[in-house]
T-cell receptor, first 117, second 111 residues
Framework: EAGVAQSPRYKIIEKRQSVAFWCNPI?????LYWYQQILGQGPKLLIQ????????DSQLPKDRFSAERLKGVDSTLKIQPAKLEDSAVYLC???????????????FGPGTRLTVT | KQEVTQIPAALSVPEGENLVLNCSFT??????LQWFRQDPGKGLTSLLL?????REQTSGRLNASLDKSSGRSTLYIAASQPGDSATYLC??????????FGKGTKLSVKP
């Protein structure tokens, strides 16, 4: 079974530029999550989708971050404009169900390491 | 607001030792608890998932316990090996399936 795929693996941009990350979840997984992991911290949830609907985006800085999940499969996370404090690893995860049950395991991709200079 | 704390932040042990990593959480109303391993520059690998109704889960040399009422979980690693060196993260699952993570324990196993 293929795992969660993410691209790019690394990205370096200057502040005020824009950047986009892509995630392909495990086939058949209805729920997709984007997390931000700052160095030395645990991951923090940015947004959670179930199929192509948003379940939770309460911690997403909506003035600069946006995310979409078209057709309930792949997802993109965009930052525009980027700030220095956005330097982090952006992790995508998926689970079979998740929302409303909280009982299914999450499987993580390798992450995208973003450096904003 | 749920908060997850992991103690110790770092741990160094000689190969072959048994060890315990600790995780505590402030709100006992959790749906599950998951332990992950993270190698440098890599994503997270799920180790064990404990449902809220369970007390423990075992996989090979790993054993995780959960005490919801006291807001605690432990990850026991038996006969540690240098390949176990990594950061171990504890995360509690909420009603919507989202995970809240601790900061992790960085484990180093010396040959």
């Amino acid at each position: 079974e293929a795992g969660v795929a993410q691209s790019p693996r690394y990205k370096i941009i200057e502040k005020r530029q824009s950047v986009a990350f892509w995630c392909n979840p495990i086939s058949g997984h209805a729920t997709l999550y984007w997390y931000q992991q700052i160095l030395g911290q645990g991951p923090k949830l940015l947004i959670q989708f179930q199929n192509n609907g948003v379940v939770d985006d309460s911690q997403l800085p909506k003035d600069r971050f946006s995310a979409e999940r078209l057709k309930g499969v792949d997802s993109t996370l965009k930052i525009q404009p980027a700030k220095l404090e956005d330097s982090a690893v952006y992790l995508c995860a998926s689970s079979l169900v998740g929302a409303g049950t909280g009982s299914y395991e999450q499987y993580f991709g390798p992450g995208t390491r973003l450096t904003v200079t | 607001k749920q908060e997850v704390t992991q103690i110790p932040a770092a741990l160094s042990v000689p190969e072959g030792e048994n060890l315990v990593l600790n995780c505590s959480f402030t709100d006992s109303a959790i749906y599950n608890l998951q332990w992950f391993r993270q190698d440098p520059g890599k994503g997270l690998t799920s180790l064990l998932l404990i449902q809220s109704s369970q007390r423990e889960q075992t996989s090979g040399r790993l054993n995780a316990s959960l005490d919801k009422s006291s807001g605690r979980s432990t990850l026991y690693i038996a006969a540690s090996q240098p390949g176990d060196s990594a950061t171990y993260l504890c995360a509690v699952g909420g009603s919507q399936g989202n995970l809240i993570f601790g900061k992790g324990t960085k484990l180093s196993v010396k040959p």
